[in-house]
């Protein structure tokens, strides 16, 4: 049983589509969070959701909206796609609870979904 | 300059040698993490930290909190460890930031 699963792996779209990522754990965490990994490799985080709510909002553009249905659904939506979005976005899991993030948890990660947009 | 900083950047070594790579910050952090993505892009927690030093298998990773720097050792490195080691601190800004990375090749 994978513990968080992420669809697609892999994404090929147009510039000016919309897309989503969907993200699923079933480790009963309550916080789950969007990184985007660019061509370097450097991972930074994009959202943090703790049981649906949003406690972290990075300086991301407007066209890229979480959605949290419930604290174990994360999924991604992104408009108006562009070709700086093209990247590895990793979706992950952890057991922090409510507002005091220690950063003591261990995150588990999903195995990434690879944007391309031409 | 980023807030995590890694080095060596790239590291090439034959099996069987000891390895070290190095991760240097300079934030206060509640605690350290590092991860390893394989060449095939997943991505997996192998220690978290908050001071002093802990073991798993062929890997160790140690910390010094006054100095902000922490190591990851690999005892009797083999092919198979290939691959990208990635610190990550976290702390009161609630997330984690990562490091650029450490591309380990270990040739047989």
């Known amino acids: 049983d994978t513990a968080v699963s992420q669809t697609p792996k892999y994404l090929v779209t147009q510039m000016g589509n919309d897309k989503s990522i969907k993200c699923e754990q079933n480790?009963?965490?309550?916080?789950m969070y969007w990184y985007k990994q660019d061509s370097k490799k450097f991972l930074k985080i994009m959202f943090s959701?703790?049981?649906?709510?949003?406690?972290i909002n990075e300086t991301v553009p407007n066209r890229f909206s979480p959605k949290s249905p419930d604290k174990a659904h994360l999924n991604l939506h992104i408009n108006s796609l562009e070709l700086g979005d093209s990247a590895v976005y990793f979706c992950?899991?952890?057991?922090?609870?409510?507002?005091?993030?220690?950063?003591?948890?261990?995150?588990?990660f999903g195995a990434g979904t690879r944007l391309s947009v031409l | 300059k980023n807030e995590v900083e890694q080095s060596p950047q790239n590291l090439t070594a034959q099996e069987g040698e000891f390895i070290t790579i190095n991760c240097s910050y300079s934030?206060?952090?509640?605690?350290l993490h590092w991860l390893q993505q394989h060449p095939g892009g997943g991505i997996v927690s192998l220690f978290m930290l908050s001071s002093g030093k802990k073991k798993h298998g062929r890997l160790i990773a140690t910390i010094n909190i006054q100095e902000k720097h922490s190591s990851l050792h690999i005892t009797a490195s083999h092919p198979r460890d290939s691959a990208v080691y990635i610190c990550?601190?976290?702390?009161?800004?609630?997330?984690?930031?990562f490091g650029q990375g450490t591309r380990l090749t270990i040739n047989p």
């Open positions: 480790l009963g965490h309550d916080t």
């Open positions: 992950a899991s952890s057991q922090e609870l409510g507002q005091g993030y220690s950063g003591r948890d261990i995150q588990y």
């Open positions: 959701y703790n049981n649906k709510e949003l406690i």
């Open positions: 990550a601190v976290g702390g009161r800004a609630q997330k984690l930031v």
């Open positions: 934030v206060g952090i509640s605690a």
